[in-house]
């Protein structure tokens, strides 16, 4: 592309986007595209990795060992995610190490959700079931991305978090036909997880700010709205399914429609933990800038290493 | 109690409390690609640990599952080695137990694969491939602390030195694995274990260890103070709801 002038160069994105086409990094793209796409790769792969907490909470605790080893790998996903989400955001010139940083200092956010503390087992159902489920109808539609990079990265955390979700629902399914304490865990957990899940998908249509723009871009591809409906028509017959109330006195099916009606969540509490006024908003970022500075020495030491190696060779 | 059950808790019970400890560093390790790697040793720990369980309960014949010899045996009853359950310490304890213990583990397996037990033999050959990749992963980081910058080497030394004297625990023998000839006799590991062992500190460069006190009791169920803290959350849950099923 560098042979093309920089008003080719737009044509020729602007052609890309036109025809659902992909960029890929090599290509001519508007700053504020390189700019909204590295701000939302980054948040996207800091949610992975402060989601590990609230769920590794749980996986010393884990009530059986198959349990165990199915959140341990769980949370290694989650690992896994983060890792090629900092990679899809490095091929659009940005270095892991700066948007840790970002993350570190508060200047970059991550998902809300992992503000909220995992009080007993069923949590861990609980954010299978609804945070993953959520992050799923999220996550489908940016598997038509128009940034290739994260588009393809996608479509690899997609197929995970889909059986992650299963999962969920089935720690779920479990505790819901067991004993009375195990299913009153569950009613528990779905009390206190549903409306934090269901703002997940953000302010409502008529207080998102970054929309528009996404959207034009083909980086979003439907609105925050738009989701939370299909998000809400999904789960509630599953909640049906485990004999579990939502807790929405206003929730109702319209026939007539096809959809589920359900009351507004409370977005003043959304703002709130945005701010970094959550439960566990200071824990969360805490534990991570500890991790981090706790590992300095390694990472020192594996770089002034790997120095010393590149010199013997250099010698040999 | 047959010698094979007591055997099979052994084993399971080294794997079981060592995926415990190394699941900790989980959303807690030094580098994003540490997480995923220390995942894959704590799952393969884990499932070492709960087909050896399975098992232990199969030849106990008492109808006890793996949750159940996981969950509810008290602390005297658990028969792993004190070098286990030690706490994590700093990344170089871990990298320095996990030198020390997987390269017992893959010379053990390697002779348990010998075994004409035809579970424990089978454990030995699924076992033998993981900890292959355990003790190559510690190798590599003991080399690189031990030889990285200034406050790594010292840290590596002070690792390698600490748990130094929970070694010999893992070599000794007692009547129960000269009887039990489908089992390895662990002294018989010891002179390959040090000599595989030094050989890595030495290219280090940190210092061979030494120790005039060595820790011993684990077989014997007597285990260290960090020992019932470990048990008290692994099995909180399972414990307040007996008879549930997860």
Request: proline share 4%; with cysteine; aromatic share 8%.
């Amino acid at each position: 592309m560098s042979h093309l002038g920089y008003a080719a160069g737009m044509d020729s994105f602007q052609a890309t986007i036109d025809a659902d086409g992909r960029i890929e990094p090599r290509d001519a793209m508007p700053d504020g595209y390189r700019k909204t796409l590295i701000r939302q790769i980054a948040q996207h792969a800091h949610s992975e990795i402060i989601g590990m907490q609230p769920e590794g909470n749980w996986i010393s605790r884990a009530p059986s060992l198959r349990r165990k080893a199915i959140l341990m790998a769980k949370v290694q996903d989650e690992a896994g995610h983060g890792l090629y989400l900092y990679a899809a955001a490095e091929t659009l010139g940005v270095d892991r190490a700066d948007v840790l940083d970002l993350l570190h200092s508060g200047k970059q956010k991550y998902s809300s959700i992992f503000n909220y503390p995992t009080l007993t087992w069923a949590d861990i159902g609980a954010i299978g079931w609804l945070v993953d489920g959520a992050a799923i109808v999220n996550q489908v539609p940016l598997c038509r991305c128009s940034y290739g990079p994260y588009a393809r990265a996608m479509v690899r955390v997609c197929k995970e978090e889909s059986f992650h979700q299963r999962q969920g629902f089935e720690i779920l399914y479990t505790l819901c036909n067991g004993t009375p304490e195990q299913k009153a865990m569950a009613q528990d957990a779905l009390d206190r997880w549903w409306w934090p899940s269901l703002m997940m998908f953000g302010p409502p249509d008529s207080a998102s700010t970054h929309s528009e723009q996404s959207m034009a871009w083909g980086i979003k591809r439907h609105s925050n709205d738009e989701l939370r409906q299909r998000f809400v028509d999904m789960t509630v017959p599953q909640a049906d399914v485990l004999g579990l109330r939502v807790p929405d006195d206003g929730l109702s099916y319209d026939e007539e429609a096809g959809h589920y009606r359900f009351s507004e969540p409370d977005y003043t509490e959304l703002y709130d933990v945005v701010k970094g006024n959550g439960p566990c908003n200071q824990e969360r970022l805490a534990h991570r800038v500890k991790a981090h500075e706790d590992g300095a020495w390694v990472r020192e030491a594996a770089a002034a290493y790997a120095e010393k190696q590149a010199l013997k060779e250099a010698a040999a | 109690m047959t010698d094979l059950f007591v055997y099979s808790l052994r084993l399971g019970d080294d794997a079981l409390i060592s995926a415990q400890r190394t699941a900790e560093w989980i959303a807690a390790a030094p580098q994003l690609e540490e997480d995923v790697a220390l995942g894959n040793i704590g799952l393969d720990q884990l499932g070492q640990a709960r087909t050896l369980l399975q098992y232990a309960g199969t030849v106990e014949g008492a109808g006890r599952s793996e949750d159940d010899l996981a969950y509810f045996r008290d602390e005297r009853e658990f028969l792993n080695l004190q070098l286990c359950e030690l706490p994590n310490g700093d990344f170089a304890h871990a990298m320095a137990r996990l030198l020390y213990f997987a390269t017992y583990q893959q010379l053990l397996y390697e002779e348990l694969l010998k075994s004409s037990d035809e579970m424990l033999s089978g454990v030995a050959g699924k076992a033998v491939k993981e900890v292959a990749y355990h003790v190559d992963h510690a190798t590599q980081w003991v080399l690189r602390l031990g030889d990285g910058t200034e406050e790594s080497h010292q840290r590596m030394q002070a690792g390698l030195d600490a748990l130094w004297p929970y070694t010999a625990e893992m070599f000794s023998s007692d009547e129960l694995v000269q009887r039990l000839d489908v089992a390895v006799d662990p002294s018989t590991l010891q002179d390959e274990w040090t000599r595989r062992v030094t050989a890595v500190i030495d290219e280090s460069t940190c210092g061979r260890p030494e120790s005039s006190y060595q820790h011993s009791g684990g077989r014997e169920g007597r285990h260290t103070e960090h020992m019932g803290y470990l048990l008290a959350e692994l099995q909180h849950v399972a414990r307040s709801h007996p008879g549930a099923t997860w």
